[in-house]
């Protein structure tokens, strides 16, 4: 069974940054798809960013040239370096892995709270 586990969250004021990290454990397909996602109250869960096990990268409109999203192969590991935070970036933001089409596995998430 695959595992993902993210840190990182917490409370930081409006300009500051976070860095998220995920986890990544069990059996999982060598040509993958990690990434982060998030979901504010009373939202749908939304993509932020996610990175191919390839290195290529892809980022919602909203946080483009604020958050930088990396991955580790070898630690099966991904960050999420987050910038310039705004009160709107504030949700759970939660892991993602998928391959082969239809594996596809969750962490539990972890709180993003900035304040203005």
């Known amino acids: 069974q695959v595992q993902l586990v993210e840190s990182g969250g917490g409370l930081v004021q409006a300009g500051g940054s976070l860095r998220l990290t995920c986890v990544a454990s069990?059996?999982?397909?060598?040509?993958?798809?990690m990434g982060w996602y998030r979901q504010a109250p009373g939202k749908q869960r939304e993509v932020v960013a996610t990175?191919?096990?390839?290195?290529?990268?892809s980022y919602a409109d909203s946080v483009k040239g604020r958050f930088t999203c990396s991955r580790d192969n070898a630690k099966s590991t991904v960050h999420l370096q987050m910038n310039s935070l705004k009160p709107e970036d504030t949700a759970v933001y939660y892991c993602?892995?998928?391959?082969?089409?239809?594996?596809?596995?969750w962490g539990k998430g972890t709180l993003v709270t900035v304040s203005s």
């Open positions: 993602n892995i998928k391959w082969g089409g239809s594996m596809n596995f």
């Open positions: 990175i191919t096990s390839g290195g290529i990268t």
């Open positions: 069990g059996r999982i397909g060598n040509f993958n798809i």
